[in-house]
């Protein structure tokens, strides 16, 4: 069995996010590890869908979402617009928009909750970080490896003032051959 360690808090804004952002990559975290999810309120889906098609809800629009975003959060890997039936337009960056992506086609218990819950995070914090993205704020998650990456990741959020900080593990038990 192994584990995935994330540690998530949010933050009120894009400059803080960027900020918060910029210090996990100059203290040795991956693009590759930082995601970011936020509500889509300046029509960047709109630039990201193809005109011409319709693209259903809960799907991934296309990664040319990242052009319109700019900046630090650009930087990261994975950007994508989605639809999250229920609650509207999002932009996610890197690991957690695979995760929402499944979760969003899904819709069990809505898609940012579905995949908080699969991050580890427990059911109630879940739906209530769902209530505080939707109404604005940014979920920042780092994926890291050992408790002394966790440890830097949470003080670095903590020095930028993000708030609601938790550390969650995803345990993945290996797959067995069937008989």
Request: aromatic share 4%; hydrophobic share 35%; charged share 20%.
């Given at each position: 069995m192994s584990s995935k360690n994330a540690v998530l808090g949010l933050v009120a804004n894009h400059t803080q996010a960027e900020t918060i952002v910029d210090d996990l990559r100059s203290n040795g975290?991956?693009?590759?590890?930082?995601?970011?999810?936020?509500?889509?309120?300046?029509?960047?889906?709109?630039?990201?869908?193809?005109?011409?098609?319709?693209?259903?809800?809960?799907?991934?629009?296309?990664?040319?979402?990242?052009?319109?975003?700019?900046?630090?959060?650009?930087?990261?890997?994975?950007i994508g617009a989605l639809a999250i039936p229920g609650l509207g337009p999002f932009i996610a960056a890197g690991p957690i928009l695979a995760a929402l992506s499944g979760a969003a086609a899904g819709a069990a218990l809505g898609g940012v909750t579905g995949a908080l819950i699969g991050m580890g995070i427990p059911e109630l914090e879940a739906k209530q970080y769902e209530g505080k993205?939707?109404?604005?704020?940014?979920?920042?998650?780092?994926?890291?490896?050992?408790?002394?990456?966790?440890?830097?990741?949470?003080?670095i959020l903590e020095r930028h003032g993000a708030t609601d900080i938790v550390t969650a593990g995803e345990q993945s038990v290996p797959a067995t051959k069937a008989s």
């Open positions: 975290f991956s693009n590759n590890d930082i995601s970011a999810l936020f509500p889509d309120k300046s029509g960047t889906r709109d630039f990201a869908h193809e005109h011409n098609t319709k693209a259903p809800e809960g799907a991934v629009a296309g990664a040319g979402a990242g052009g319109a975003i700019g900046g630090t959060l650009g930087l990261l890997a994975g993205i939707k109404g604005g704020n940014i979920l920042l998650s780092v994926h890291v490896d050992d408790g002394d990456m966790q440890s830097r990741a949470k003080k």
